[in-house]
Nanobody, 128 residues
Framework: QVQLVESGGGLVQAGASLRLSCAAS????????GAWFRQAPGKERELVAA????????????YYKDSVKGRFTISSDNAKSTVYLQMNSLKPEDTAVYYC?????????????????WGQGTQVTVSS
């Protein structure tokens, strides 16, 4: 049974940093792409960052939403089967519930429907 468990959310002031963690179990880690989505009240769930090991045949590749480029970094620790999202210079507009997600690397696309495993979500609130 695949499980994704997030941690690391919280309430911070603008300009602060947070690191989210997503611990995966029940899957072969390098066979899966990982991603962080977020959903603010009244808005659709959106992709923030994604990482792919391309089936471990080559090095990893990453993707970032334009508004977080240079501020957020997605990474993974294969030994711990954990994906991280380091968030620096946080802004009030980053406030949302952040979800970790995973899909087999052979599945194309980066929409929420392309990911078949999800964590429970962790709240990030940035005050101005």
């Amino acid at each position: 049974q695949v499980q994704l468990v997030e941690s690391g959310g919280g309430l911070v002031q603008a300009g602060a940093s947070l690191r989210l963690s997503c611990a995966a179990s029940g899957l072969t880690f390098r066979s899966y792409d990982g991603a962080w989505f977020r959903q603010a009240p009244g808005k659709e769930r959106e992709l923030v960052a994604a990482i792919s090991w391309n089936g471990a045949s080559t090095g990893s590749s990453t993707y970032y939403k334009d508004s977080v480029k240079g501020r957020f970094t997605i990474s993974s620790d294969n030994a711990k089967s954990t994906v991280y999202l380091q968030m620096n210079s946080l802004k009030p507009e980053d406030t949302a519930v952040y979800y970790c997600a995973a899909k087999l690397w052979t599945i194309p696309g980066k929409t929420p429907n392309d990911y078949n495993y999800w964590g429970q979500g962790t709240q990030v609130t940035v005050s101005s």
